[in-house]
C-alpha cells in the first residue's frame, strides 16, 4: 500500500509508485518515484529526476531537477548529477525550517568527514562519533546511514 501524509505537494505529471512511503511536507516536482521508495519529511524532490525503487530520500533532503537517483540520499543533503552524487548540506533547507546554526555547523563537519575524506561509511561513522557533537540531527543522519541497504549518494573524487 502507498502511504502519503499531509501537506505535500505532487506536481502534475508526477508519479508515486507503488509501496510508496511519504512523510509530510515534501515537494514532488515533475519526478518519477518508483515503488518502495520510502521520502522523509520536508524532501524536495526536483523536476525531471527519477528516484530508483528501494531507496530512501532522508530528512530535508533535496534531489537537484533531472537527478537520476540510485542510492539512498542522505538526510540535509543535496544531491545531484546522473548518478547523483551528494554535493553539499542542504543549507537553504534547513534555515527555512528553523534548524540551528550549531545544528548546521555539525551537518557541515558530518558531510566533509563521510563525503570529502574517503573513508568508509564504517570509519567515517566512528570518527563523526568521536568528533562532531551528538545533536538530533547528526543522530538521525547517522541512523540513516547505519540502516541503508541501497548505499548513499557518494562525492566521487575521481570525477572532478
Known amino acids: 500500500m502507498t502511504r502519503v501524509g499531509s501537506h505535500n505537494a505532487i506536481l502534475c505529471g508526477s508519479h508515486i509508485g507503488h509501496n510508496v512511503i511519504m512523510g509530510n511536507h515534501i515537494v514532488v516536482s515533475m519526478a518519477g518515484v518508483a515503488g518502495h521508495v520510502t521520502v522523509e519529511d520536508h524532501a524536495i524532490v526536483g523536476g525531471m529526476c527519477a528516484v530508483h525503487q528501494f531507496c530512501r530520500v532522508g530528512k530535508l533532503s ?3 531537477g533531472c537527478a537520476k537517483v540510485v542510492q ?3 538526510p540535509f543533503m543535496l544531491v545531484d548529477g546522473n548518478p547523483a552524487e551528494t554535493c553539499t548540506i542542504n543549507k ?5 525550517n528553523g534548524v540551528s546554526e550549531a545544528a548546521i555547523g ?3 563537519q558530518v558531510y566533509k568527514i563521510i563525503f570529502r575524506e574517503g573513508l568508509t561509511i564504517a570509519n ?3 570518527k563523526i562519533e568521536a568528533e562532531v557533537p551528538a ?3 547528526v543522530q538521525h543522519f547517522l541512523n540513516f546511514a547505519r540502516t541503508s541497504e541501497r548505499g548513499l549518494t557518494k562525492y566521487d573524487n575521481s570525477r572532478r
Request: hydrophobic letters at 60%; zero cysteines; charged letters at 25%.
Open 124 to 126: 567515517a561513522i566512528a
Open 106 to 108: 555539525a551537518l557541515r
Open 62 to 64: 533535496m534531489i537537484a
Open 72 to 74: 539512498d540520499v542522505p
Open 92 to 96: 537553504v533547507g534547513l534555515e527555512r
Open 135 to 137: 545533536l538530533p540531527e
